[in-house]
């Protein structure tokens, strides 16, 4: 259909029909259907009726090719003017085939591989029926408290909008209507919701603009600029105004700044959550300041189908916004090809041919190896020899439950378990296992059993970390140490005096005091996904050689918090040869420096750095500078580098961080090899907002830091002339 005729179909549409296509709800409305026209309990109990129900727009949270199959045909039966259902679903870090936590595929720093991940995803929901998913999550976090930071990719602006951009890149392809197995991506949640106060979930956001349009906004434009289809509001309040009515954010920057025409969904009820925030009165207020601020789907709250017709008729809202809204949804429709056909690449032979093949578990499986941050590795305790005795202890030895939040489709029992994979590697050694603990508890008869396990074998890895309840939505802490009881295992370990190597499953940066001075490795796994165990046992054991780099800050402690490498220098610096200084900004009882920076992760192997050559020590907005830097792999295996590239703006007209991530080169090296690092830095990347929200650069100096991480770096200074 072509645009006159979508528009020809609005007008066929009765104000019912337009406001139910604005509604989006669950399965069992429809499941449920009762073909005597019964009210059903779902719907009785939201007060909509059968019509609204059957003129509805969208489906969340079903998949299944044959389940999908069947709902869209008895809806499509019913359908006055043929329009079919969109069914959308959260896939957020794999379908069935799980990937490792986002968290953890951004510090792959691999936005390639990362693509191929949403791909593939997408292949499988398409297959299974869907049309959408809620994703990619975008959300910049500085707090780890908050439970959704296993969602985002991290800490930088810059990192997170090479990602957005990457798996909308996977999830869409190029063209939805000639690619059945691509899905519609929802770049989510618009704005802000990662800087909840406190970290607790849905909890209040506010800020600057100049702070939410230098930081938080990038990753979501970035989403837009790679052709996202539709936006997901957030649940908080951004400048005292619930994100799903807050105009300001949503038609003035959104849609008018930023030319999006794409479909705009709320967050799961949060129209109405209006309500309780205290920004309308009752549900007509809520749809009122709803559709005002241009949000075009109500994801299971029936504000709209309940009180947009009476706004209209009495003329308080236009019937243009509600026409434009269905205009968008159709248009959505018409993208994915629904109106040709409304099953799509829904294909139950398909299904059991591609869902969780093996081609995919072996991506996921690549993707898990390049995740895992080596932390430690004093002595070289890792890798492990083939023919090490090793004592497995701890509650995620032989856990299923390291696939993380958000895992869709993905089943616990079907991924690989640490335990299993790593004995099925030290074929010449031996592998005994203990419990040690529970992710909660410890008792003496398991801390006996753990210690004399560990009492035969010449090494101890500890399989520790938080259970994928401890994050994810509502999933907020805290105290962001690992459980006592598993503090409790390692100092009973440590008291063996075997060498101990900790591998950590979790869903966010931990304050690793604990188990970090305790160990002589340590091994950041996050939730690895389907194939988690054999890519952690590979790393182990050095079949991969760990590339991975953090890209958020571990803090000292919870104290600490917010910590982040992009941080400003205040009018009294600690001065770190100077720590006994009292009127600076420090504590009095903690470093200031996180416990693990922005960009570090260590290798198997070591490498050293030439000196940083740039081309000039003046820059122009027409003449970008080069910039160099010779990189040797010094050890005896082959390894990646991720060489990093910040940058300074000495001297701003707002105060600007210390170092701002600007470019990043891996470089893979046998050993003995060197390689070179190159860098074009230009004008425009030098641009921030300044106090009147003008995006410009200013002349003065600027440095240049190019090294391992955010803070072992070397550095040049130019002026931008
Ligand atoms: C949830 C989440 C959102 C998700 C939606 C549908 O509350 O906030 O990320 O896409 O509801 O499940």
């Not at 504000?303 to 706004?311: D, F, G, R």
Request: charge should be negative.
């Amino acid at each position: 259909m072509n645009n006159e005729q979508l528009l020809d179909l609005v007008k066929q549409m009765t104000l019912e029909e337009k406001t139910a296509q604005l509604l989006q709800l669950t399965a069992n409305f429809y499941e449920g259907t009762n073909v005597e026209g019964q009210i059903t309990g779902p719907m009785e109990e939201m007060g909509i009726t059968e019509q609204s129900v059957d003129a509805s727009g969208s489906i969340l949270g079903l998949s299944g090719a044959q389940a999908i199959i069947d709902v869209q045909q008895a809806y499509m039966k019913k359908s006055r003017l043929g329009i079919p259902l969109l069914f959308m679903a959260d896939v957020v870090h794999g379908f069935k085939t799980i990937f490792p936590i986002p968290l953890a595929i951004g510090c792959s720093w691999d936005t390639e591989l990362a693509e191929k991940s949403a791909e593939i995803a997408a292949r499988e929901s398409a297959v299974s029926g869907l049309h959408v998913t809620f994703a990619p999550m975008v959300d910049l976090v500085r707090d780890p408290r908050w439970g959704r930071v296993m969602e985002t990719t991290g800490e930088d602006p810059y990192l997170n909008s090479l990602f957005a951009a990457a798996f909308v890149r996977g999830y869409q392809g190029d063209s939805l209507k000639d690619e059945p197995d691509r899905l519609a991506a929802c770049v989510k949640h618009f704005a802000a919701y990662g800087a909840a106060e406190g970290g607790r979930d849905y909890n209040t956001v506010d800020m600057s603009e100049r702070n939410l349009r230098e930081y938080y906004l990038p990753a979501y434009k970035a989403a837009l600029d790679a052709g996202v289809e539709m936006v997901m509001t957030s649940f908080n309040t951004v400048d005292g105004i619930p994100a799903s009515g807050n105009e300001k954010l949503m038609r003035g920057i959104l849609r008018e700044e930023w030319g999006f025409d794409g479909v705009l969904i709320s967050d799961w009820a949060s129209i109405r959550e209006m309500i309780a925030h205290g920004s309308a009165e009752d549900d007509r207020e809520a749809a009122y300041r709803a559709i005002r601020a241009g949000v075009d789907m109500e994801m299971m709250t029936p504000c709209y189908v309940h009180h947009l017709p009476e706004l209209i008729e009495n003329g308080e809202v236009d019937e243009k916004l509600i026409d434009e809204a269905v205009l968008r949804i159709l248009q959505l429709k018409e993208k994915l090809g629904l109106f040709d056909n409304p099953l799509r690449a829904a294909d139950p032979e398909r299904e059991r041919e591609i869902v969780f093949s093996k081609e995919h578990r072996q991506v996921s499986y690549e993707l898990a190896t390049k995740s895992a941050v080596l932390l430690k590795n004093d002595d070289s305790v890792l890798p492990l020899q083939p023919d090490a005795n090793v004592a497995l202890i701890g509650p995620f030895a032989q856990s299923p439950d390291i696939l993380g939040w958000w895992s869709c489709e993905g089943v616990k029992e079907d991924a690989v378990k640490l335990g299993t994979a790593l004995q099925e590697r030290l074929t010449g050694g031996k592998v005994q296992f203990a419990q040690g603990s529970n992710v909660h508890t410890i008792t003496a008869e398991q801390i006996a059993e753990a210690l004399e396990v560990a009492s035969k074998a010449d090494l101890i890895v500890l399989a520790l970390g938080e259970d994928s309840e401890m994050s994810g939505e509502g999933g907020s802490r805290t105290d962001i140490r690992l459980p006592a009881a598993q503090l409790e295992l390692v100092k009973q370990l440590k008291a063996a005096g075997k060498p101990i190597a900790s591998v950590i499953f979790n869903g966010r940066p931990l304050d690793l005091h604990g188990v970090i001075d305790e160990s002589d490795a340590v091994l950041e796994a996050w939730f690895p996904g389907s194939e988690g165990g054999a890519a952690i046992a590979d790393v182990l054991t050095g079949v991969v050689n760990p590339s991975a780099r953090l890209t958020m800050s571990f803090p000292q402690s919870v104290g600490q918090i917010p910590v982040y490498y992009n941080h400003f220098n205040t009018g009294r610096p600690l001065n770190p040869e100077k720590t006994e200084e009292r009127y600076v900004s420090k504590y009095i009882d903690s470093p200031n420096e996180p416990l693990l920076p922005f960009g570090y992760g260590l290798s198997y192997t070591s490498f050293s750095y030439g000196d940083l050559e740039v081309s000039s020590n003046e820059m122009t907005a027409e003449e970008s500078l080069s910039i160099q830097v010779r990189v040797t792999n010094t050890g005896e295996r082959a390894g990646v580098e991720t060489v990093q590239l910040y940058v300074r703006d000495v001297t701003g007209e707002v105060v600007r961080p210390m170092r701002e991530l600007k470019g990043y080169v891996k470089l893979a090296l046998a050993p003995g090899e060197s390689g070179t690092a190159t860098f074009t830095l230009n004008e425009e990347q030098l641009r921030y907002h300044h106090s009147d929200l003008s995006h410009r650069s200013d002349r003065g100096e600027f440095h240049l830091l190019v090294g391992a991480n955010s803070r072992d770096t070397q550095k040049k200074s130019f002026r931008l002339v």
